[in-house]
């Protein structure tokens, strides 16, 4: 098997275990079913590891393992954000970021609201997709603030630097090149994207002169590389 092969599929077995483990820790039937995917592919990548795959076969799976990951981070997404609805109905108060991080993380996705600078010249298709996976980003932004970092300092800190990833994301989108876009992920924490990951993804996308079909393709290419949060007790 070629090396660059074998890294790919090392890495795509690494992130269907991830997804098997962190779902197994959910009880809802939705979770245990996208377990059972999980698991499956997990199979077929290391049934890959012995025998090449064919590359049409190899393209479907991946693709098809992609859509199930995106599924799973947008279901944790959901599951988190309820629990934190139904713990803090209030979330409009002042956010206290150490004993309320999901108030910080909500005052900080309301300034990216607020900023209407960040969507350059993409229409609602395609700047939406992009702005919703940086509102799911915000908790996890939140949690890796450090312990002397409180009040409004931390929501002005996950709002910029989501408001970062946004502005780069939107011109790549723009200029059909996601070279911007992949400087700004070295330097991002990877509990809010899987950075190696990310900028492979977005290396390999062929990137046009359409900047919401762009924006399109870069935010799946964004959801992908996002690392599951982990699930909240309900």
């Given at each position: 098997?070629?090396?660059?092969?074998?890294?790919?599929?090392?890495?795509?077995?690494?992130l269907a275990?991830?997804?098997?483990?962190r779902?197994?820790?959910?009880?809802?039937?939705?979770?245990?079913?996208?377990?059972?995917?999980a698991?499956?592919?997990?199979?077929?990548?290391?049934?890959?590891?012995r025998?090449?795959?064919?590359?049409?076969?190899?393209?479907?799976?991946?693709?098809?393992?992609?859509?199930?990951?995106?599924?799973?981070?947008?279901?944790?997404?959901?599951?988190?954000?309820?629990?934190?609805?139904e713990?803090?109905?209030?979330?409009?108060?002042?956010?206290?970021?150490?004993?309320?991080?999901e108030?910080?993380?909500?005052a900080?996705?309301?300034?990216?609201?607020?900023?209407?600078?960040?969507?350059?010249?993409?229409?609602e298709?395609?700047?939406?997709p992009?702005?919703?996976?940086?509102?799911?980003?915000?908790?996890?932004?939140?949690?890796?603030?450090?312990?002397?970092?409180?009040?409004?300092?931390?929501?002005?800190?996950?709002?910029?630097?989501?408001?970062?990833?946004?502005?780069?994301?939107?011109?790549?989108?723009?200029?059909?090149?996601?070279?911007?876009?992949?400087?700004?992920?070295e330097?991002?924490p990877?509990?809010?994207?899987?950075?190696?990951l990310a900028?492979?993804?977005?290396?390999?996308?062929p990137?046009?002169?359409?900047?919401?079909?762009?924006?399109?393709a870069?935010?799946g290419?964004?959801?992908?590389?996002?690392?599951?949060?982990?699930?909240?007790?309900?």
């Open positions: 098997m070629p090396d660059d092969l074998d890294v790919s599929v090392s890495t795509l077995l690494r275990e991830e997804l098997v483990t779902l197994d820790d959910d009880p809802t039937a939705e979770a245990a079913q996208m377990a059972a995917e698991a499956a592919f997990a199979s077929t990548f290391r049934g890959w590891l025998q090449v795959p064919v590359d049409d076969d190899s393209a479907a799976a991946t693709r098809r393992f992609f859509v199930l990951r995106r599924r799973a981070a947008e279901y944790v997404s959901e599951s988190t954000l309820d629990a934190a609805a713990e803090n109905p209030t979330l409009s108060e002042p956010p206290q970021p150490r004993d309320a991080p108030r910080t993380a909500r900080a996705i309301e300034q990216l609201e607020k900023d209407e600078s960040l969507r350059g010249s993409l229409t298709v395609g700047y939406a992009i702005v919703e996976w940086a509102s799911d980003r915000a908790l996890a932004a939140v949690l890796n603030l450090g312990a002397e970092v409180d009040g409004w300092d931390g929501v002005m800190m996950v709002a910029s630097l989501l408001s970062r990833l946004i502005r780069a994301t939107v011109r790549a989108a723009e200029a059909g090149d996601a070279a911007e876009l992949v400087v700004a992920l330097g991002c990877r509990p809010i994207i899987d950075r190696d900028i492979t993804a977005l290396c390999r996308l990137l046009h002169g359409n900047a919401d079909a762009n924006a399109l870069i935010g290419a964004l959801r992908a590389a996002t690392p599951l949060d982990p699930l909240v007790a309900r």
